[in-house]
């Protein structure tokens, strides 16, 4: 199994520079630290996508697998899948009708498995025989408020505090960022 991959990449940041300049109170008319907030948005909202394992706007991934898993799991918060294929003892690449599979996205971790009755068709053997395409994310206007807020208070945390420095004590990530980032935090299926 390979790791998951992004084929079509978000649209937009789960915070506006907008809200950044408030949380760090500046006037919106200063625009010299702009691309500075915005290199920190980025940066908050990885550490947020790692640290709840969890996908925050909508976003198409895909990821391979040597043959068909009991079930697929995939971090929430799944949408959709776009597609299955594999490739078959013939070496034919075969997209996977979607009456033959069902999936959770209210579970977390996301799952897809087997229609009922059914089982996942046999593969050729090989090495990524099997592709999984789905997408997960929330809408640009559909991130959890506490988790916006915990990103603003990273984005703020590491405006003011720009590098890492030992002077009495490591400047981390605020406790109340991590609480309000964990409201949301499912943990990991790994």
Known sequence: M???????????LPVSLEQAKAQCHIDDSYT??????????KAAWNYTETFQARTLLTTTYA????Y???????????????SITYIDSSGDTITL??????FDEHAKPGVIYPEFNMCWPSTRGGRNDVTLTWVAGYDDDE???????????IVAHWFKHREAVLQGGFA???????????????????
């Open 2 to 12: 390979s790791e998951p991959y992004i084929v079509t990449p978000p649209d937009g």
């Open 32 to 41: 010299a630290e702009d691309d500075v907030l915005t290199r920190l948005i």
């Open 63 to 66: 990821q391979k697998y040597d």
């Open 68 to 82: 068909f898993p009991y079930e697929f799991r995939v971090n929430p918060k799944l949408q959709s899948v776009s």
């Open 97 to 102: 009708d979607s009456d033959l599979y069902e």
């Open 143 to 153: 991130v959890p408020e506490s988790t916006q807020s915990g990103i603003l208070q």
């Open 172 to 190: 981390e990530v605020p406790m109340q960022a991590k609480s309000l980032l964990a409201i949301e935090c499912w943990g990991s299926y790994r």
